[in-house]
């Protein structure tokens, strides 16, 4: 597998970048969409980032449009609306792919190394899917928009939480703080 730090990404703007741009921070990687009903997250993975990137946190955003194609934009038309709908200051990523045949090797990796996701108190957007045969097509796939991923300060994949568990749970906020140390 490799190293976290050493995939390539390249940022909104289209600049490379890598995770390991990030190295020494906790990073709270996220697959963000537009048009989800997840899409009220962008304000707490804001507000999470205010409150804890003095600390040394980095909130990573990877728009996607796996998931009932809610995220159409181009990365200009992204960036856009998260600036002036949410604010969001926090690193976006070009958009790309986080399953199936053309998922991009950094999601690969963080499923390889963190095949279970830590599912939110009553787990109502796993029913809702699985009721609407949207669920993952394997366990270890990406659930829907706002799948989030903890990245240790070292680059190790030390969480990964349902996208319904909201950036200000107190088992989301435990596990960043306990990371940021």
Known sequence: M?????????TI???????????G????VVNVASQCGLTPQYEGLEAMYEKYRGQGLQVLGFPANNFGAQ?????????????????????????ISVKGDDQHPLY????????SRTEAEGGGLRAVL??????????TDVMWNFEKFLVSRDGDVI??????MAPDDPVLVSAVEAALG
């Open 71 to 95: 995220e159409p934009g181009s990365n200009d038309e992204i960036q856009e609306f998260c600036t002036a709908k949410f604010g969001v200051q926090f690193p976006m990523f070009s958009k």
């Open 159 to 164: 969480g990964r939480f349902a996208p319904d």
């Open 25 to 28: 921070s906790v990073r709270l």
């Open 108 to 115: 690969a990796a963080l499923i390889d190394a963190q095949p």
């Open 130 to 139: 699985e009721k609407n045969n949207l669920g993952p097509d394997n366990e």
């Open 2 to 10: 490799a190293n976290i730090n050493d995939i390539a990404v390249d």
């Open 13 to 23: 703007d289209g600049s490379s970048s890598s995770l390991g741009d990030y190295a």
